[in-house]
């Protein structure tokens, strides 16, 4: 599919508004049992993807890299490394803050007046963070973002985009308008990213990006644990380790 760099991401965009949109339009109208019978759903699918990501562990480019049994502790050292640098910067609790600031802000826009303030602020945050981290650390929104930019096409965005606006739906049934700005994070995120690619063409090795999929299928475990609400990990402080992945490999490439 032809089409200029971030074309799939602005389709992707387009399809998280129109899906939480419809689902704030109906969200009202299910019941608080079937809304958590959704969210469970989405968290053990959002299980299922960590799950196909994690496989990535044993990627014939990223073990013929770094060498058998590496892949494990170069993932471990980029979730150490990456929690430990997103604890020390308060990643999560920035990302909350920016989020109740922006909720304040949209809640007097929207009925004009403080109302229960508090219950709002918290369905908003939930809503715009755990939607946000669900639709850009999945391994289309790396993958896709990449081969976009690198004039591969935009067919895994067009998938991710059908995905995620099914999962806006649900989630804006949910949690509400929050679910609605994590479209902006997604701009900023596969933007990004797309632009890296445009930048470094096909010269990003496959172990690299198996590094860097494996890494954000455990992140991406961690969500589904907080959606079933089993734990409430601290994903946000992790995040800098989809940096610190690649990295990693690069580093014991140079070494070996």
Known sequence: MDGFPGLGTLINVGAIVIGSTVGMAVGHRLREATRTVITDGLGLITLLLAASMCVSIADPALVAAVGPGVPVLVVLGAILIGGLTGSVLRIEQG????????????????VGGPGDAHVARERFVEGWLTASLVFCVGPLAILGSL????????EQLALKSVLDAFAALAFAATFGFGVVLSAASVAVVQGGLTLVGVLLGSVVPDAHIAALTVTGGLLLGGIGLRLLNIRNIAVGDMLPALVVAPMLTQAVVLLR
């Not at 990302?95 to 929207?110: D, H, I, S, T, V």
């Not at 081969?147 to 935009?154: P, Q, R």
């Open 95 to 110: 990302l909350e803050g920016a989020a109740a600031q922006l909720q304040a802000w949209a809640f007097r826009r929207r």
């Open 147 to 154: 081969s976009d930019g690198m004039g591969n096409g935009i």
